[in-house]
């Protein structure tokens, strides 16, 4: 399929477009951006690069991909955004490449941004994530797969939030987000298992009463961290998704949201 660039955009002649690349009205493309087959930029887009986009992403009018870094220790060095396949980028979505010298920001597939929300520089994002209106991410945060990061949330420099975590509107987010876990407030706390995100994403009943069950043990007994962990590893069951959670709980290093 041939690209169908519309007149009043600005491509560079050191961007490369896929086949099948649709660009509209009143976008700009940069040198060193690569975009995926089938990629669609509706109006007013900016890409800059060096950025590397799989195939099929949508971006929304006033979408701004793969800008520098505003941390004030960049100081123009190459820098780099890649991003996967099949995400969706609304309106005044942002997201900018690394600060360090050949660092890179990392977007997985199938993710769904939506508008105003913000990627900084030096993240990791997972595959089929939602980040409802603002959701806003610091430098250096990773997000697991499938988590949804609600309305208004910030999150604060070097937290991860887990694998098909929640944050409600609003929340701040100060400490890591264990996976499968339900979390909100200013500071954000954790209230239960992310128990409609697991049954939509097919996890197993006795799965899940084995995660209530870690729930109540990391935050309903009266112990710390580690006795916690402990506990979890002596007496859970060890199934993938518990031992991604004693794992994610264990390597914290800002520790994890109460």
């Known amino acids: 399929m041939a690209t169908n660039i519309h007149p009043s955009a600005v491509v560079d002649a050191g961007a490369e477009l896929g086949d099948g690349v649709e660009i509209g009205p009143y976008c700009v493309v940069g040198a060193g951006v690569r975009l995926g087959a089938g990629c669609r930029l509706q109006s007013h887009v900016v890409l800059a690069g060096p950025t590397v986009i799989g195939a099929e992403n949508v971006f929304y009018p006033f979408?701004?991909?793969?800008?520098?870094?505003?941390?004030l220790k960049y100081t123009g060095e190459p820098t780099h955004l890649e991003i996967g396949d099949r995400n969706t980028f609304r309106e005044f979505v942002t997201v900018h490449r690394a600060t360090a010298p050949g660092g890179t920001t990392r977007v997985g597939n199938g993710g769904n941004f939506l508008a105003y929300s913000h990627i900084a520089h030096d993240c990791i994002v997972g595959d089929e994530v939602i980040f409802s209106?603002?959701?806003?991410?610091a430098g250096h945060v990773e997000v697991g797969?499938?988590?949804?990061?609600?309305?208004l949330t910030a999150v604060h420099q070097f937290c991860r939030i887990g694998r098909l975590a929640i944050t409600g509107g609003c929340s701040k987010i100060v400490q890591d987000v264990p996976p499968f876990m339900m979390v909100d407030g200013n500071p954000a706390r954790v209230r239960h298992i992310n128990l409609i995100g697991l049954e939509r994403a097919g996890i197993p009943k006795e799965t899940i009463r084995a995660l209530r069950e870690a729930f109540r043990v990391l935050y309903?007994?009266?112990l710390n961290t580690?006795?916690?962990?402990?506990?979890?590893?002596?007496e859970m069951g060890q199934t993938p998704e518990i031992g991604q959670l004693?794992?994610?709980?264990?390597?914290s290093?800002?520790?994890i949201t109460r």
């Open 63 to 71: 979408a701004c991909i793969g800008q520098r870094s505003q941390d």
């Open 145 to 151: 797969d499938r988590a949804v990061v609600g309305g």
């Open 220 to 222: 309903r007994l009266d």
């Open 253 to 255: 290093e800002r520790g």
């Open 226 to 234: 580690a006795q916690a962990l402990e506990k979890l590893r002596g």
């Open 133 to 137: 209106n603002n959701g806003t991410l």
């Open 246 to 251: 004693i794992e994610f709980v264990a390597s």
